[in-house]
């Protein structure tokens, strides 16, 4: 109950696609769900997050779908570039009062082609 | 970048020896927590730190242990070191529930 489930786990797309990565949980608890991008060899830097009465947030080309009764939600962006080839992490939490730790899905790997 | 450091960036040691790793949180956030990151895998959660007590573990046996200190920074101190240990380790500084990540410190224990 305290895993949340990433897919797919890579992902290829064309220059100025719109690669979108899903992510699924079943603790209702979780009230805090940031994403994560991570190049190689480096730490993981935080992208864009959500709170679950929000169906949608959007940051420059980063946006965040959110469906709370199904428990799922999903990163979409938006005319991808070369630059944005690196591994994303979805993450949920608990509310700030528990330990705070942060559950991590597994990763996608994206790759946008020139 | 973040505001967060962490040392050394890579470190070998070999099965048995014990290491601390380092790290200094972003200004004004008093919570450190650090995470294990193996090779191709999610970070997992291993404690956090909060105004110098430990406030929440996952599941990592005890030799895994911590501290903060007054001015926020921290160490993670691994004992009786063992392959499996072999991973990225990230710490990440907050002050509410967004957590900033340092670099990492690459571990390879041989």
Known sequence: QQQVKQSPQSLIVQKGGIPIINCAYENTAFDYFPWYQQFPGKGPALLIAIRPDVSEKKEGRFTISFNKSAKQFSLHIMDSQPGDSATYFCAATLPSSNTGKLIFGQGTTLQVKP | ?110
Do not use: M
């Not at chain 2, 499996?84 to 670099?103: I, K, M, N, V, W």
């Open chain 2, 1 to 110: 970048e973040t505001g967060v450091t962490q040392s050394p960036t890579h470190l070998i040691k070999t099965r048995g020896q014990q290491v601390t790793l380092r790290c200094s949180s972003q200004s004004g956030h008093n919570t450190v927590s650090w995470y294990q990151q193996a090779l191709g895998q999610g970070p997992q959660f291993i404690f956090q730190y909060y105004r110098e007590e430990e406030n929440g573990r996952g599941n990592f046996p005890p030799r895994f242990s911590g501290l903060q200190f007054p001015n926020y920074s921290s160490e993670l101190n691994v004992n009786a070191l063992e392959l499996d240990d072999s991973a990225l380790y990230l710490c990440a500084s907050s002050r509410l529930e967004t957590q900033y990540f340092g670099p990492g410190t690459r571990l390879l224990v041989l």
